[in-house]
């Protein structure tokens, strides 16, 4: 019991060494360029911040759930034996991900969007980023699938489980439990990518501070606190993910334990 003790205070301990050691790197770069903190003048305008806020988690969880769909449609779809499929998956996981998201933002909203008659900035802002985040999320499920152990399926079947449960008990627990660390890097990608919708004026997070900054001029609070809430959000999905591990982690070891 006092070992826990300890080893608890020792963590919290060196928890709170780090988080002074970053203020105190802050607080001297502040003096050196002799800049006094004012957070009153964005108070001002907490009423917009809170609805940047919410459309920010809108957007992303709207994002999160579609780019899965298509990331697992992605990742199957390149092992489809219709070589059409197979090649159009490839095809779209290698463009996307050779290409930089701004550029996408502008080709999609402005050409294949008018196109298309898509008029809505926030529904094409959710269709840009999953489409985006899909293509790299395809390429996790793929690797996650491949490490799967073949004779995991030819144990499920010499114990009579259908299809149905063979997915259920062995390729999802395993295929989860291996590739959540690298979905949880691709959902805050997904929360920080958003920022980038505010160049064709989605009125998210970002697009709001820049507005609250033109009007206050404050900079470094703004962005600061910027950068604050956007942490939130990402720390918030690391905790959920680590969460699902610990879950997935038991699920991996009794389907591989069959």
Not at 44 to 58: C, D, H, P, S
Not at 75 to 101: D, E, F
Not at 181 to 197: E, N, R, T, V, Y
Request: hydrophobic fraction near 50%; include cysteine.
């Amino acid at each position: 019991m006092r070992t826990k003790i300890c080893k608890t205070l020792y963590i919290v301990g060196s928890m709170a060494a780090v988080a002074a050691i970053l203020a105190a790197f802050l607080w001297i770069s502040l003096l050196r360029i002799d800049h006094k903190l004012d957070f009153s003048t964005l108070l001002e305008f907490k009423v917009r911040l809170q609805q940047g806020f919410v459309m920010t988690l809108a957007i992303s969880a709207g994002s999160l759930f579609l780019s899965l769909l298509i990331g697992a449609l992605a990742a199957v779809g390149q092992h489809s034996r219709v070589l059409v499929i197979s090649y159009l998956c490839k095809v779209y996981v290698q463009v996307i991900r050779g290409t930089p998201l701004l550029v996408q933002i502008f080709f999609f909203y402005y050409i294949i969007g008018t196109a298309w008659g898509i008029e809505n900035r926030y529904l094409a802002g959710i269709l840009i980023l999953s489409l985006f985040e899909g293509a790299y999320i395809a390429e996790i499920i793929r690797g996650g699938l491949e490490s799967i152990d073949s004779r995991q399926y030819e144990i499920a079947r010499a114990i009579g489980l259908s299809p149905g449960k063979t997915a259920r008990l062995v390729t999802i627990p395993i295929l989860m439990s291996r590739i959540l660390p690298a979905l949880a890097g691709q959902f805050a990608s997904i929360i920080k990518d958003s920022s980038l919708l505010s160049v064709i004026a989605v009125s998210e997070l970002t697009q709001t501070i820049q507005e609250i900054s033109a009007h206050n001029f404050k900079f470094f609070e703004n962005y600061f606190s910027l950068g604050a809430m956007y942490f939130i959000m990402t720390f918030v999905v690391s905790l959920i993910t680590r969460r699902l591990e610990k879950v997935y982690k038991h699920a991996d070891y009794y389907a591989r334990h069959l």
